[in-house]
């Protein structure tokens, strides 16, 4: 069976009678091809059949069209929220994406970083592991001049100047902190993943601001570091256990382990937030739909993905050198059920 004779520039332009070049021109929607001819193109390239060859295109303009991304897990509400942003703008500006998870390995994300070096991305967005230290496996991107964007997990280095896209997660960890201590909560748990990372750490430094803030003394005791996922209620319960003095509050640096420990806590016979307030962070679906539902900072997911996507393209279509910024998006304290001692100030959650 004979194979069908692939559609050229050539073929089209024969059919509308003008120059290849012009063919060509228009189907990039060049500037000076007006917009009338511009579509007559388009059209006749589709009703012909026409497929463009981006891939000889890129190549001539030593560009591959694709950026990079590596993230912590795809498995994350929050993660996934990212990602969507990400992939809106990537599209709306003719960019493919790939996309792959470090575990939360350090050595997977060397390997990750390694394949999109060798797959010729034109720029990287990545969210670091919790235990990355250095950047070393980063310096060949920046030796060939290929953009990083970091957002969420970021990481200051020696020597290694990129752009990021982050919130100010001390602020938010006071914020979470400050309001179950104006609900008459005296001893506050934070229940935190790995501080080695720059959002825990941040958000228990914001914890230990606002303790200090109401003359609250700190103890040791109640800051628990664990693996935040949905085991975590049970660890954080037998902790508890462990207390001689247990706490009123607990704040939890992610609403998957909050929601964890609300469940617990409920099987366990204590009312939340009677005998326990609980405040969460991300704002995720399911800190809507339990019972009671959860105070909750709002991380705007969608937005960071954006952002951190709109920074990189923006690198990429500009010829002059582009300033290095940290861009700092705007967190919200939703106040629910789950944190409200105090009833008179209950107030219509903003979201």
């Known amino acids: 069976m004979a194979s069908r004779k692939e559609v050229t520039i050539y073929d089209i332009a024969k059919v509308l009678n003008i120059s290849a070049s012009t063919v060509s021109r228009g189907l990039s929607n060049h500037p000076a091809i ?77 390997a990750n970083i390694a394949t999109m070096y060798s797959s010729r991305v034109d720029g ?111 660890r954080t319960f037998s902790r508890l256990l462990q207390l001689k003095n247990r706490p009123d509050g607990i704040f939890a640096a992610n609403d998957v382990s909050a929601v964890a420990m609300i469940y617990q806590f409920k099987q366990a016979g204590l009312s939340v937030p009677d005998d326990i307030a609980v405040v969460g962070f991300n704002n995720i679906h399911i800190s809507r739909v339990i019972e009671p539902s959860l105070t909750t900072i709002h991380y705007p997911g969608v937005e960071m993905g954006e952002v951190a996507a709109s920074t990189l393209i923006e690198m990429l279509n500009n010829d002059e050198p582009v300033i290095i910024k940290t861009v700092v998006l705007e967190h919200k304290l939703i106040v629910r059920k789950s944190s409200l001692k105090n009833k008179q100030i209950l107030r219509a959650p903003s979201d």
């Open 124 to 234: 990287l967005l990545i969210s670091l592991t919790c235990d990355t230290c250095k950047l070393d496996h980063l310096d060949k991107f920046l030796k060939k001049g290929i953009p990083v964007v970091f957002f969420d997990r970021v990481k200051e280095y020696p020597g290694f100047h990129c752009s990021k896209v982050v919130i100010d997660n001390e602020k938010a960890g006071y914020d979470a902190t400050n309001h179950l201590i104006e609900q008459g909560c005296e001893r506050i748990m934070y229940v935190s993943d790995n501080l080695l990372s720059n959002v825990y750490s941040d958000r228990h430094q914001g914890y230990i601001n606002a303790l200090k803030h109401h003359k609250i003394q700190h103890d040791p005791e109640l800051t628990f570091v664990n693996k935040l996922d949905e085991e975590s209620g049970a």
């Open 34 to 110: 007006r917009k009338d001819t511009i579509r007559r193109i388009k059209d006749m390239a589709l009703s012909m059949g026409y497929q463009q060859n981006t891939f000889a295109s890129n190549l001539r303009k030593n560009r591959s069209n694709t950026i990079g991304v590596i993230l912590p897990r795809l498995d994350s509400s929050f993660q996934s929220s990212v990602v969507s942003g990400i992939e809106k703008k990537a599209n709306q500006s003719g960019f493919n994406l790939i996309i792959s998870q470090s575990r939360e390995s350090v050595e997977k994300e060397i």
